[in-house]
T-cell receptor, first 112, second 114 residues
């Protein structure tokens, strides 16, 4: 079974700081990796999807990279803002299995 | 706009009662999923369906049941056999196996036992 770990579990930074969230997984035979944002009491919003043939994706101030061989993905947030405060979850899909396994998330607090 | 609709947003269940959570999507996705989220924990897969009239158990299926009679709909029933049903329930869909488009989630249903 795929195990997905996110470190740190919580992070508090001042506004404007660049930061990195980490995601590691035990089975490198993954198909897709997806990063989500979850606000308190809400559903998950997709941020970035790294497809099977890709190594990174960018959207605005967000950049996600994927290294299958080492079982790691990072989400880089540039120039953080208080509105970025949320829980960030990564999910990996095993190759051709069409099920995603989730990490427990990193709870980010960006202080004004 | 296409998306996933979950209802109700809040649901209260009495001891020994079955309740059904609704999930409807208009994305024309083949696959649908139900996850459970407990405070401070990641999402755990309850059931999933990759095609109409077929579904599979996830990691925590005991005490739950589903049906997939229509492509658009994937209701989840929390039965009286589920001893600790209080949680946040999330429904998701994806285009299907082997397609590079990831998951789309609904806004969730919070179930509380009273």
């Amino acid at each position: 079974k795929q195990e997905v770990t996110q470190i740190p579990a919580a992070l508090s930074v001042p506004e404007g700081e660049n930061l990195v969230l980490n995601c590691s997984f035990t089975d490198s035979a993954i198909y897709n990796l997806q990063w989500f944002r979850q606000d308190p009491g809400k559903g998950l919003t997709s941020l970035l999807l790294i497809q099977s043939s890709q190594r990174e994706q960018t959207s605005g101030r967000l950049n996600a990279s994927l290294d299958k061989s080492s079982g790691r993905s990072t989400l880089y947030i540039a120039a953080s803002q208080p509105g970025d405060s949320a829980t960030y979850l990564c999910a990996v899909e095993l190759y051709n299995f069409n099920k995603f396994y989730f990490g427990s998330g990193t709870k980010l607090n960006v202080k004004p | 706009d296409g998306g996933i609709t979950q209802s109700p947003k809040y649901l209260f269940r009495k001891e020994g009662q079955n309740v059904t959570l609704s999930c409807e999507q208009n994305l024309n996705h083949d696959a649908m999923y139900w996850y459970r989220q407990d405070p401070g924990q990641g999402l755990r897969l309850i059931y999933y369906s990759q095609i109409v009239n077929d579904f599979q158990k996830g990691d925590i299926a005991e005490g739950y049941s589903v049906s997939r009679e229509k492509k658009e709909s994937f209701p989840l029933t929390v039965t009286s056999a589920q001893k600790n049903p209080t949680a946040f329930y999330l429904c998701a869909s994806s285009p299907g196996q082997g397609k590079d488009y990831g998951y789309t989630f609904g806004s969730g249903t919070r179930l509380t036992v009273v």
